[in-house]
């Protein structure tokens, strides 16, 4: 996690560090020497100019006046998918107040956490947390799982204060649901968790784990579009959402494929290689290629970098174009606190 803390005054700054021995990862604190927010030219510019260079930080907090903050991050805000954790906490450390992307930006979540170790009051503004509500987008980045539309999740999370919201899931049903969801896959607007393209309501909002991970065996030279187009189309072709993928592997000898990396790279897929004694010694059965064990000294590269992420494989070997793709499914299921 990477936080910038602001603060103004001698009293802020004490407080701010406090703030600071409180968080995990990369923290800044950011003061000018004559602790004014009109002074920030000290780090290139003045305060709106300086936090815009910082928006892409995990969280922005503030120890001040809220108008400060409100004014200093007003022309950067664009998406509250894109958008850091935004913070207030006065001087005195009397109240944290959560200001921008409080459910997906996880704001709401640390303002809880820096109160009770501060000893101050979360002032939590958000309509599904004031009314004790299910809160879908928080829900999601809290397990880790891509929103399909936001159009759709503000549609749920303005209906759920009103009126009880279908949802459903092919994984295993929980014990319980989160408050103002029933389970059902009927309905016009109703929430889905699920790997797969499937859509149980009229209007639904599916949520996807990242639990798959994409194994893959190529030709030497093979473009990053024939790498693109085999990986959607297995996934396509086994109604699996591209938003499931966690990651790609393959074998060490492929670490220096263009068209690999640049595909993974454009995609955010996090990439793993493999030796061929590694890829020998995952465990399962797979389908075996005496050519490919004679290239490259495993009989099967694609199946098994899947399986090497500690998943089941679900989609075996499928060549396209040079290219050979293999899914496995990392275990995942659904709970509620």
């Not at 409100?70 to 913070?87: E, G």
């Amino acid at each position: 996690m990477r936080t910038a803390i602001f603060a103004f005054t001698e009293r802020g700054k004490a407080r701010a560090r406090r703030v600071a021995e409180q968080l995990d990862g990369e923290t800044t604190l950011y003061a000018p020497a004559r602790l004014a927010a009109e002074d920030f030219e000290a780090y290139g510019g003045g305060l709106p100019e300086f936090v815009g260079s910082l928006f892409d930080s995990d969280a922005l907090v503030f120890v001040g006046a809220a108008g400060i903050a409100l004014r200093a991050v007003a022309p950067h805000v664009a998406s509250k998918k894109s958008d850091p954790a935004v913070l207030c906490m006065d001087e005195a450390g009397r109240f944290v107040i959560p200001l921008l992307s409080g459910h997906i930006g996880g704001a709401n979540a640390l303002a809880r956490r820096l109160a009770a170790a501060l000893n101050a009051t979360p002032v939590i503004t958000t309509a599904t947390d004031v009314n004790g509500r299910f809160s879908v987008d928080t829900w999601a980045t809290e397990h880790g799982m891509a929103i399909s539309s936001m159009a759709l999740a503000k549609r749920v999370s303005a209906e759920i204060l009103v009126r009880d919201i279908p949802f459903w899931s092919d994984a295993e049903r929980p014990d319980r649901l989160g408050e103002g969801l029933v389970w059902s896959d009927t309905g016009e607007l109703g929430v889905c968790a699920s790997i797969h393209d499937i859509k149980p309501f009229e209007d639904t909002l599916l949520l996807v784990p990242r639990a798959l991970y994409v194994g893959i065996g190529c030709r030497r030279g093979t473009s990053e579009e024939a790498v693109e187009t085999a990986i959607f189309g297995v996934l396509s072709a086994h109604n699996l959402r591209p938003e499931a993928v966690k990651g790609v592997a393959s074998i060490d000898v492929k670490a220096d494929e263009a068209g690999l990396l640049a595909c993974c790279r454009n995609h955010g897929w996090p990439m793993a290689f493999y030796t061929a004694e590694q890829l020998n010694a995952v465990p399962g059965s797979f389908t075996q290629s005496e050519f490919v064990r004679h290239t490259v000294g495993v009989d099967n590269v694609c199946e098994r970098a899947a399986a090497a992420s500690g998943g089941d494989v679900i989609v075996a070997k499928t060549a396209m174009n040079g290219v050979t793709v293999a899914v496995a499914e990392m275990k995942w299921g659904i709970e509620f606190g």
